[in-house]
């Protein structure tokens, strides 16, 4: 289908992305959903995951964390907790995140615990993933 959908991407710290793209892939937390102008409308929660949108024949990629996301014919609002752009991520950072939590993980002595330190690896992996492909 012809023509644009325009992409708004909000975090609450700071409005992210607001343009015209062609197509968007998002992690819904049913598995990842793809959008292009002219969807039918749908409001869905988002999971950790990548986030990607095309313009012309050019990728963009960000990590996301959490969220939602309203999608109508001729826009996708996308609501989330944490989004970072592939450059702007600090890979060393990431690295240091994943080999923390998965410490966490192996000093964990409650379920909690556990499931709290696997989030923040999953974060940390999905950075690392995301910051590379820039």
Same mark, same amino acid.
């Given at each position: ?50 986030? +990607?949108?095309?313009?012309?024949? /050019?990728?963009? %990629? &960000? ?7 309203? $999608?109508?014919? *001729? #826009? ?34 409650? +379920?909690?615990?556990?499931?709290? /330190?696997?989030? %923040? &690896? ?7 993933? $995301?910051?590379? *492909? #820039?």
């Amino acid at each position: 289908m012809a023509g644009k959908i325009h992409l708004d991407l909000v975090t609450p710290e700071r409005l992210l992305i607001s343009e015209d793209v062609d197509e968007v892939i998002a992690p819904g937390s049913e598995g990842e959903f793809g959008v292009l102008p002219g969807h039918c409308r749908f409001l869905t929660t988002l999971r950790i995951g990548e986030l +990607r949108y095309r313009k012309g024949e /050019a990728w963009k %990629r &960000l990590s996301v964390s959490w969220g939602y996301a309203q $999608v109508e014919p *001729k #826009r996708i609002t996308v609501l989330a907790e944490i989004a970072e752009r592939a450059e702007e991520i600090d890979l060393a950072r990431a690295e240091a995140a994943a080999k923390s939590a998965e410490q966490e993980m192996a000093a964990a002595k409650k +379920r909690e615990e556990l499931e709290a /330190a696997r989030q %923040r &690896l999953e974060k940390a992996l999905l950075r690392l993933k $995301v910051g590379k *492909k #820039r």
